[in-house]
């Protein structure tokens, strides 16, 4: 069965968002630009997740969000020796 890929981007909530270009100036991949101030992610693949942007947002208008995956393991607790 094949697992079906989602593309997790950072997320901007322009209701927040006060145009500042703040998140642009910390984006070392430049991947949000930010047009008539309204920041758009232009280079969305390039993005590293390194959350410099939601950090340095002072209006908390970028969030970073983030997956847990399981990977299965052969680790047993009862294995464990004192």
Not at 35 to 53: T, V
């Amino acid at each position: 069965m094949k697992r079906e890929e989602k593309i997790i981007l950072p997320e901007i909530n322009l209701k927040l968002c006060n145009g500042c270009g703040i998140c642009e100036l910390v984006c070392s991949r430049q991947v949000i630009y930010l047009q008539n101030g309204i920041p758009k992610l232009i280079k969305p693949e390039a993005c590293l997740f390194c959350a410099n942007c939601e950090e340095a947002c002072p209006t908390g208008a970028i969030s970073i969000p983030f997956v847990i995956s399981w990977e299965q393991s052969d680790f047993n607790p009862n294995d464990q020796k004192a």
